[in-house]
């Protein structure tokens, strides 16, 4: 089993849909979680960090479930710039490992 | 706000000649990540360092891959001999502590 892992997708939705995604881990001993977002042909970008009661923020809302070992990540009302490739990322003590991204397409 | 700079952003080469990827991380950071990302790989983590001494060496692929961090502000990725399946996007990325890690724009390789 890989240590995170993520549905491809890609998720197609439109303007002003709600979509969320999952991350899974293996690790029960991660520490830290957090989203990327990786546009076409540049670098991950820190999204959000992700913890443990859960934290919003504007249309963006990242939850932690330490139980099942998994962290998700829900975006409302999308906009077409919202159209990106979403990692998420853990760390035990050592640095982030990543998982392969959920790559979303928002249509007018 | 000078974040992380590598250096160069595209390289196109043959294969057996040598590669040089260059970083300087954010200033202040400790710790410097080198990530090789493919299609049907995603992100790896090559190698990393903490206050300039490589702490994980166990992604680089083989013995042609290797990393130097002679000061705070500047590491090297090199490859010798470069192979056609060296080709990805490589980026460098740092922190400071636990914090998240901030990443450069990257380095497109491809070997001929």
């Known amino acids: 089993r890989k240590e995170v892992e993520q549905d491809p997708g890609p998720f197609n939705v439109p303007e002003g849909a709600t979509v969320a995604f999952n991350c899974t881990y293996s690790n029960s001993a991660s520490q830290s979680f957090f989203w990327y977002r990786q546009d076409c042909r540049k670098e991950p970008k820190l999204l959000m960090s992700?913890?443990?009661s859960g934290n919003e923020d504007g249309r963006f809302t990242a939850q932690l479930n330490r139980a099942s070992q998994y962290i998700s990540l829900l975006i409302r009302d999308s906009k077409l710039s919202d159209s990106a490739t979403y990692l998420c990322a853990v760390k035990r003590d050592t640095p982030l490992v990543f998982g392969k991204g959920t790559r979303l397409s928002v249509i007018a | 706000d000078a974040g992380v700079i590598q250096s160069p952003r595209h390289e196109v080469t043959e294969m057996g000649q040598e590669v040089t990827l260059r970083c300087k991380p954010i200033s202040g950071h400790n710790s410097l990540f080198w990530y090789r990302q493919t299609m049907m790989r995603g992100l790896e983590l090559l190698i990393y360092?903490?206050?300039?001494?490589?702490?994980?060496d166990s992604g680089m692929p083989e013995d042609r891959f290797s990393a130097k961090m002679p000061n705070a502000s500047f590491s090297t990725l090199k490859i010798q001999p470069s192979e056609p399946r060296d080709s990805a996007v490589y980026f460098c990325?740092?922190?400071?502590?636990?914090?998240?890690?901030?990443f450069g724009d990257g380095t497109r390789l491809s070997i001929l």
């Open positions: 990325a740092s922190s400071l502590r636990d914090q998240p890690q901030h």
């Open positions: 360092f903490n206050n300039n001494v490589p702490i994980d």
């Open positions: 992700v913890y443990s």
